[in-house]
Nanobody, 113 residues
């Protein structure tokens, strides 16, 4: 079955960097778009970025110029490079496969000094 597993979260200082990974299985990874969402405490889950099967990318306004989504079809993995992080980036980050409405378990990112 479709499965996605996130990793790479942790504690990072404001202005620092972190790279999240999402390993996918159970479907033809290269054929489908992949997304990153996040959910902060007390807030609704929100879309961060999406990358299509052919490389077209969408970013939410609040991460433009700071986060970079990419994919490695040979490794069935999608990445989120997070640079210049801010305290408001603190959230659980989820990998999502829109075609199958499949979510990962999430990885916690905490931005704090």
């Amino acid at each position: 079955q479709v499965q996605v597993v996130e990793s790479g979260g942790g504690l990072v200082q404001p202005g620092g960097s972190l790279r999240l990974s999402c390993a996918a299985s159970g479907f033809t990874f290269s054929s489908y778009a992949m997304s990153w969402y996040r959910q902060a405490p007390g807030k609704e889950r929100e879309l961060v970025a999406t990358i299509s099967s052919f490389g077209s990318i969408y970013y939410a306004e609040f991460v433009k110029g700071r986060f970079t989504i990419s994919r490695d079809n040979a490794k069935n993995t999608v990445y989120m490079q997070m640079n210049s992080v801010k305290r408001e980036d603190t959230a659980v980050y989820y990998c999502y496969v829109p075609r199958f409405s499949s979510w990962g378990q999430g990885t916690q990112v905490t931005v704090s000094s």
